[in-house]
C-alpha cells in the first residue's frame, strides 16, 4: 500500500517537472513565431535584449560578491547548524524543512542576500534534492517586499502605508508553507 | 538595510566560528566565497542572456501590449478606484505585464509611473487609497512567468533540470497572490467601515 501510494507521487512529481520541462521550450517558440508574425528583426532584437542581460548581471555583481562571502562566511562558522536546530520544531509543525527558514527570513528584505543563501543551498544539498527544490520554489514564488513597498511609496511620497505589510508579510509567509508543501504534493 | 543585514552576518559568523573552534574554515570561506561568486555570476550569465533576449522579443513585437490589454480588465476589478482605460490602469497593466515577462528594468519605471497616475487622484493624500494597496501587494508578490534568476543559479549549482521546478513555483506563488490579494482585500473592507463609521 505504502509502496502504491509512493510510486504514484513519484509519477505525479514527473508529470508536473515535465510540464515545466515543456513550458520553457514552448515559451521560447511561442515568443519567436510572434516576432516573426509580426516581422520583427528576430536576432538583433535578442542580441539587445541579451546585452541588457548582461548589464543587468554586472550591475548585481558587486552586491553577489560582498553577501556570497557573508553567506559562506556564515556557513563555515557553524551558525545554520544552530539555526537548523533550534527552529527545527517550530518548522516542523509548519511543514517546511529548517534548512530554509533563513532563506525565507532574507527573501522579503534583500533579492541579491536571498540569491546568494540560494546559492549556498544549492551548493550544500543539491539543486535537486528536496531541500534545493523548495528553497528555489520558494526564493522564486516572492519579491523582494519591502523594497517593492519603499520604491512604490517612497516614489509619491506616502508615509503611512496602512494595511499593505500585513497582507504583502502574510502572504510571503504563507507562499512559504505553499513552497514546501508544493515540492512535497505536486 | 542592506549594510545591517551584511554587518550582522560578518559579526555573527566571526563570533560564531571562535566559539566553535573554526576560524580556520572561516579564513577560507572568505576567500572561497570570493571566488564562487564570481563562478556564479559567470556561470549564471547564460542563462539570464538567453531569457533577457527572447523577452525583448516579446516585448518589441507587441506580445507584452496584447497581455496588458487582456489583464487591464482583472485587474481594473481589484483596483475599482480607477476606470478600465484610464491612463493609471494602463500603467499598471504595463506594469504587471513587464513583471509576468521578467523585464525588470522596465517593470520598476512603469509601477513608479503608475503610483503617480493613481496618486493624482487619491483622495487620501499621504495615505495609499484600497486600489494603490493592491497594486503594492501584487508587486511584492512574484508573477514571472518564467523564474530565470532562480533557473540560472540552478544551472550554475549544477542542476540536471533548472526548470523542472517551474510549475512548482508557478503554484506557490499563484497562491501565495492570491492570499496576499484576499488579506489585502478584507483587511481594506475592515478599514473602510471603521472610518465611515
Same mark, same amino acid.
Given at each position: 500500500?505504502?509502496?502504491?501510494?509512493?510510486?504514484?507521487?513519484?509519477?505525479?512529481?514527473?508529470?508536473?517537472?515535465?510540464?515545466?520541462?515543456?513550458?520553457?521550450?514552448?515559451?521560447?517558440?511561442?515568443?519567436?513565431?510572434?516576432?516573426?508574425?509580426?516581422?520583427?528583426?528576430?536576432?538583433?532584437?535578442?542580441?539587445?535584449?541579451?546585452?541588457?542581460?548582461?548589464?543587468?548581471?554586472?550591475?548585481?555583481?558587486?552586491?553577489?560578491?560582498?553577501?556570497?562571502?557573508?553567506?559562506?562566511?556564515?556557513?563555515?562558522?557553524?551558525?545554520?547548524?544552530?539555526?537548523?536546530?533550534?527552529?527545527?520544531? @517550530?518548522?516542523?509543525?509548519?511543514?517546511?524543512?529548517?534548512?530554509?527558514?533563513?532563506?525565507?527570513?532574507?527573501?522579503?528584505?534583500?533579492?541579491?542576500?536571498?540569491?546568494?543563501?540560494?546559492?549556498?543551498?544549492?551548493?550544500?544539498?543539491?539543486?535537486?534534492?528536496?531541500?534545493?527544490?523548495?528553497?528555489?520554489?520558494?526564493?522564486?514564488?516572492?519579491?523582494?517586499?519591502?523594497?517593492?513597498?519603499?520604491?512604490?511609496?517612497?516614489?509619491?511620497?506616502?508615509?503611512?502605508?496602512?494595511?499593505?505589510?500585513?497582507?504583502?508579510?502574510?502572504?510571503?509567509?504563507?507562499?512559504? @508553507?505553499?513552497?514546501?508543501?508544493?515540492?512535497?504534493?505536486? | 538595510?542592506?549594510?545591517?543585514?551584511?554587518?550582522?552576518?560578518?559579526?555573527?559568523?566571526?563570533?560564531?566560528?571562535?566559539?566553535?573552534?573554526?576560524?580556520?574554515?572561516?579564513?577560507?570561506?572568505?576567500?572561497?566565497?570570493?571566488?564562487?561568486?564570481?563562478?556564479?555570476?559567470?556561470?549564471?550569465?547564460?542563462?539570464?542572456?538567453?531569457?533577457?533576449?527572447?523577452?525583448?522579443?516579446?516585448?518589441?513585437?507587441?506580445?507584452?501590449?496584447?497581455?496588458?490589454?487582456?489583464?487591464?480588465?482583472?485587474?481594473?476589478?481589484?483596483?475599482?478606484?480607477?476606470?478600465?482605460? &484610464?491612463?493609471?490602469?494602463?500603467?499598471?497593466?504595463?506594469?504587471?505585464?513587464?513583471?509576468?515577462?521578467?523585464?525588470?528594468?522596465?517593470?520598476?519605471?512603469?509601477?513608479?509611473?503608475?503610483?503617480?497616475?493613481?496618486?493624482?487622484?487619491?483622495?487620501?493624500? &499621504?495615505?495609499?487609497?484600497?486600489?494603490?494597496?493592491?497594486?503594492?501587494?501584487?508587486?511584492?508578490?512574484?508573477?514571472?512567468?518564467?523564474?530565470?534568476?532562480?533557473?540560472?543559479?540552478?544551472?550554475?549549482?549544477?542542476?540536471?533540470?533548472?526548470?523542472?521546478?517551474?510549475?512548482?513555483?508557478?503554484?506557490?506563488?499563484?497562491?501565495?497572490?492570491?492570499?496576499?490579494?484576499?488579506?489585502?482585500?478584507?483587511?481594506?473592507?475592515?478599514?473602510?467601515?471603521?472610518?465611515?463609521?
Amino acid at each position: 500500500m505504502y509502496y502504491r501510494l509512493k510510486k504514484r507521487s513519484c509519477l505525479r512529481g514527473e508529470v508536473t517537472e515535465s510540464v515545466g520541462i515543456y513550458a520553457v521550450p514552448a515559451v521560447i517558440a511561442f515568443v519567436v513565431v510572434f516576432g516573426a508574425i509580426k516581422k520583427v528583426d528576430l536576432f538583433e532584437t535578442f542580441k539587445d535584449g541579451a546585452k541588457e542581460g548582461v548589464t543587468g548581471l554586472l550591475s548585481i555583481a558587486p552586491s553577489l560578491i560582498g553577501l556570497i562571502v557573508a553567506v559562506t562566511m556564515l556557513q563555515a562558522s557553524g551558525f545554520f547548524d544552530v539555526v537548523t536546530v533550534v527552529l527545527g520544531p @517550530v518548522c516542523g509543525f509548519i511543514g517546511v524543512p529548517p534548512e530554509v527558514l533563513p532563506l525565507g527570513l532574507m527573501r522579503p528584505v534583500s533579492g541579491s542576500g536571498s540569491f546568494a543563501l540560494l546559492s549556498s543551498l544549492l551548493d550544500k544539498y543539491g539543486a535537486d534534492s528536496y531541500i534545493g527544490r523548495v528553497a528555489s520554489v520558494m526564493a522564486g514564488s516572492t519579491e523582494t517586499t519591502f523594497y517593492a513597498i519603499a520604491v512604490y511609496y517612497g516614489s509619491v511620497g506616502i508615509k503611512k502605508t496602512r494595511h499593505t505589510i500585513p497582507a504583502a508579510l502574510t502572504a510571503d509567509m504563507l507562499g512559504m @508553507v505553499f513552497s514546501a508543501l508544493c515540492c512535497k504534493m505536486l | 538595510m542592506l549594510s545591517h543585514i551584511w554587518f550582522g552576518m560578518i559579526i555573527i559568523s566571526v563570533i560564531c566560528g571562535f566559539c566553535t573552534g573554526r576560524a580556520e574554515e572561516l579564513s577560507a570561506a572568505a576567500a572561497g566565497g570570493a571566488d564562487k561568486a564570481v563562478q556564479v555570476l559567470i556561470s549564471m550569465a547564460g542563462v539570464m542572456c538567453l531569457w533577457t533576449g527572447i523577452m525583448k522579443i516579446a516585448d518589441k513585437s507587441g506580445l507584452t501590449a496584447v497581455t496588458a490589454r487582456l489583464l487591464s480588465p482583472v485587474l481594473s476589478r481589484l483596483m475599482p478606484e480607477y476606470k478600465k482605460d &484610464s491612463p493609471a490602469m494602463k500603467a499598471v497593466s504595463a506594469n504587471v505585464t513587464a513583471n509576468i515577462f521578467g523585464l525588470g528594468n522596465a517593470a520598476t519605471p512603469l509601477g513608479i509611473a503608475a503610483m503617480k497616475e493613481m496618486q493624482k487622484t487619491n483622495r487620501l493624500g &499621504s495615505a495609499p487609497n484600497n486600489s494603490m494597496v493592491m497594486f503594492v501587494v501584487i508587486n511584492t508578490a512574484s508573477v514571472q512567468l518564467i523564474p530565470t534568476t532562480i533557473a540560472a543559479l540552478r544551472q550554475a549549482a549544477g542542476s540536471l533540470q533548472p526548470y523542472a521546478v517551474v510549475p512548482y513555483v508557478w503554484a506557490a506563488s499563484l497562491l501565495a497572490l492570491l492570499s496576499g490579494l484576499g488579506i489585502a482585500g478584507v483587511l481594506s473592507l475592515k478599514k473602510e467601515k471603521l472610518s465611515a463609521g
